[in-house]
């Protein structure tokens, strides 16, 4: 039986269409994804993000031992800092991505994909080693609302005296008092759009949110499902676990190198591997293509090229802001170039696409 | 869910009306419904010959693509075009705006389909 977040009565009553998502009772949309999509492009939205594993890491060597486990150095991140970052196995692919909010040297709060939680808390178990630290599980205590879209920055600051211009991208402050309450706010998301993400006790939350929703009401602010979370983080080019990478796509393939840092002083999880293949050469890459022929790309449809497989769509959409059919996929190195043509077999037809650079928004 | 008296269903959630040896198919209320804002159909040839339960069109949202099955073998004679452009009128109007029309192989086929009343009880079972 899939889970409900403290938000599930709101949203049955506002109207969402509820799905098994990660084993998490969610709405895939509302009024519809795409009237979702667009008011977090042009106004705003608000997702329930509650199902997401939040997981406290405390000791005195919290730093050194995330440092073993993460590919991003955390060495640099101040205090209020949120770092995006992957978690490897020994041969490159990735455990999960996720986001570290760094509450002091010794105290961290990681922030992991639902469906992940119970495998990436094993995995730090499994990994602890000697370290000093403590790993504490606060996904059922704690829940998160991600109010997204150029006008989420007015919106919430109806709701709160601390200055809410003062928080940079990936930057957060806790013990903010909010609609009331106290909770942690990061200017982060999921979106490509300027946004916050607001963790709150799971008490507080219904209450929140609905003085979200009401202060939003004169900006347009709609309540937005999982089916809208998707497309505007494929449109922003930003990787979803089991898509873009997995346990059998490494960070590298998918273009994520910016957060694998290879000269980082101390010895992580996946280094060596991750390094053999950078320097002897990559022999996939994740590429963004637009579909010239009619159809729409799908994740797993296979991409060709003069009738031999060179890979797969990894996601793909009739993209609701630039109203075309768009994709990722993994393919061979040899094929990557911008602008050359592959085919993706749609329903076993091959359908042209034109591969071009994956950040699709910049053309919008 | 809006269900019309008089036309046949599929447990997939087509409609038939039948026409002479002729019948028009689309796609119910529910099934418009339950996929959303419909935004790309792709349909068959004319002349392209299927059987009952055959993948003939497809229509997607923008979350899925689901496949349009035949209720009953036959023959491709129209398709209505105006879905290429306009796919979205499949949710406006799923009982006005047809898939394909097709020229029934068997009419004893159709007894095997489901009525108004039958299919409303489907609906009723789903929810």
């Known amino acids: 039986m899939a889970k409900k977040t403290p938000l599930y009565d709101e949203h049955v009553k506002l109207g969402g269409k509820i799905v098994d998502y990660a084993g998490w009772f969610l709405p895939v949309q509302y009024e519809g994804l795409i009237p979702e999509h667009e008011a977090v492009r042009n106004a705003a939205g608000i997702f329930d993000v509650s199902h997401m594993g939040v997981v406290m890491v405390k000791g005195k060597d919290a730093l050194p031992y995330l440092q073993y486990l993460f590919t991003n150095d955390l060495s640099k991140a101040e205090v209020n800092q949120v770092m995006y970052t992957m978690m490897c196995y020994p041969d490159g692919g990735v455990v999960d991505d996720l986001l570290a909010y760094k509450f002091s040297d010794d105290e961290y709060l990681l922030v992991i994909n639902a469906a992940n939680t119970d495998k990436d808390i094993k995995w730090m178990i499994d990994n602890k080693k000697d370290f000093n630290i403590i790993i504490e599980n606060i996904s059922d205590q704690t829940s998160i609302m991600a109010v997204q879209g150029p006008s989420a920055e007015k919106i919430l600051q109806q709701l709160t005296d601390f200055d809410l211009s003062s928080l940079k991208p990936n930057t957060f402050e806790r013990n903010v008092t909010f609609a009331g309450k106290e909770c942690l706010i990061s200017r982060t998301g999921y979106t490509g759009e300027d946004g916050f993400e607001v963790y709150a006790k799971a008490e507080d939350t219904v209450e929140i949110w609905n003085k979200i929703l009401e202060a939003g009401k004169e900006y347009g602010l709609k309540p937005a499902g999982l089916g809208a979370r998707d497309t505007l983080r494929f449109e922003a080019s930003m990787p979803l676990y089991g898509n873009e990478i997995s346990e059998d796509i490494n960070p590298l393939e998918a273009g994520l190198k910016f957060f694998v840092k290879l000269d980082k002083a101390e010895d992580f999880i996946g280094k060596e591997a991750l390094n053999k293949q950078w320097n002897e050469g990559l022999k996939r890459k994740l590429v963004g293509f637009e579909l010239l022929g009619r159809g729409i790309p799908r994740d797993g449809y296979e991409v060709q090229k003069d009738g031999k497989k060179i890979g797969h769509v990894t996601t793909g959409y009739m993209s609701p802001t630039l109203k075309k059919s768009i994709g990722n996929a993994l393919i061979d190195i040899k094929e990557a170039e911008l602008g050359n043509e592959i085919d993706i077999m749609i329903r076993n037809k091959p359908v042209k696409a034109k591969i071009i650079d994956r950040r699709f928004l910049r053309n919008r | ?127």
């Open chain 2, 1 to 127: 869910m809006k269900v019309l008296k008089d036309l046949y269903y599929t447990k997939d959630h087509e409609w038939l009306r039948v026409e002479g040896d002729e019948a028009y198919i689309g796609l119910t209320d529910f099934a418009q419904d339950s996929l959303g804002d419909i935004v790309y159909v792709e349909l068959p040839e004319v002349d392209d010959e299927f059987s009952k339960e055959d993948a003939f069109a497809a229509v997607e949202s923008v979350k899925a693509a689901s496949d349009v099955f035949m209720p009953v073998d036959g023959k491709i004679v129209e398709v209505n075009e105006a879905l290429l452009d306009e796919p979205n009128l499949l949710n406006e109007d799923p009982y006005e705006n047809w898939i394909a029309k097709i020229e029934i192989a068997d009419k004893s086929q159709l007894d095997e389909l489901l009525t108004a009343e039958e299919y409303e009880k489907l609906l009723d079972e789903e929810v």
